[in-house]
Nanobody, 123 residues
Framework: QVQLVESGGGSVQAGGSLRLSCEVS???????????LGWFRQTPGKERETVAT???????VYADSVKGRATIYKDIAKNTLYLEMNNLKPEDTAMYYC??????????????WGKGILVTVSS
């Protein structure tokens, strides 16, 4: 059983920065952090957007909407996934979720999800 718990959300002014954390735990937490992991976001009435993913080999992929403003990375020792974002815009306002996919390269399937955390960017 894998668990993902997000933290670090809140309110921030446009142009500011934040770092989201996702603690990955479970019966095999030693390896879970090495799986494909991703950050996603969703606002009411819109489809969920894949913000960034990082696979077992540390290959990262970013949405065009955050490219150049976001960094996804893992701290293996802390079993934690991070998303750092800067130059935040009001359109970054959303519920942010972390999720775990498969071992190896990331696919479109993410069976395990956190409960999400709200990020609000005010202008």
């Amino acid at each position: 059983q894998v668990q993902l718990v997000e933290s670090g959300g809140g309110s921030v002014q446009a142009g500011g920065s934040l770092r989201l954390s996702c603690e990955v735990s479970g019966s095999s937490e030693y390896t879970y952090i090495r799986y494909c992991l991703g950050w996603f976001r969703q606002t009411p009435g819109k489809e969920r957007e894949t913000v960034a993913t990082i696979d077992t080999f540390d290959k990262t992929v970013y949405a065009d909407s955050v490219k150049g403003r976001a960094t996804i990375y893992k701290d293996i020792a802390k079993n934690t996934l991070y998303l750092e974002m800067n130059n935040l815009k009001p359109e970054d306002t959303a519920m942010y979720y972390c999720a775990r996919g498969q071992w190896g390269y990331c696919s479109e399937t993410f069976p395990h999800w956190g409960k999400g955390i709200l990020v609000t960017v005010s202008s």
